[in-house]
């Protein structure tokens, strides 16, 4: 797991950091995983770490990974939760059909 970017956003209190994460030979690794790994490396609480996007190259063995460090749990509930809340009633929007 390599840091290519990382930016501060004082107006959301949060980090944008992007990552380089290799996974040869194996699977991409879950959003808990990843959560995990990033949340050792910065040296932050796990449930401060929002991960929003995994872009995996095919048949290459890495992947792109774009998270947001909060600074605060405060925050994080009030802009990460309607997405997290948006996907699960797509998801049983989805069962339902």
Do not use: C, W
Request: hydrophobic share 30%; net charge positive; glycine share 4%.
């Amino acid at each position: 797991m390599k840091i290519i970017n990382e930016k501060e956003m004082p107006l959301l209190n949060r980090k944008r950091v992007t990552l380089d994460l290799e996974h040869l030979n194996s699977k991409t690794p879950s959003r808990e995983e990843i959560k995990k790994k990033l949340s050792a490396i910065l040296k932050s609480p796990e449930d401060l770490v929002a991960i929003r996007h995994v872009y995996t190259k095919f048949g290459q063995g890495e992947s792109k990974v774009i998270a947001h460090v909060y600074n605060k749990k405060e925050d994080l509930d009030y802009l990460e939760k309607k997405k997290v809340k948006k996907q699960k009633e797509d998801g049983k929007k989805e069962e339902e059909k």
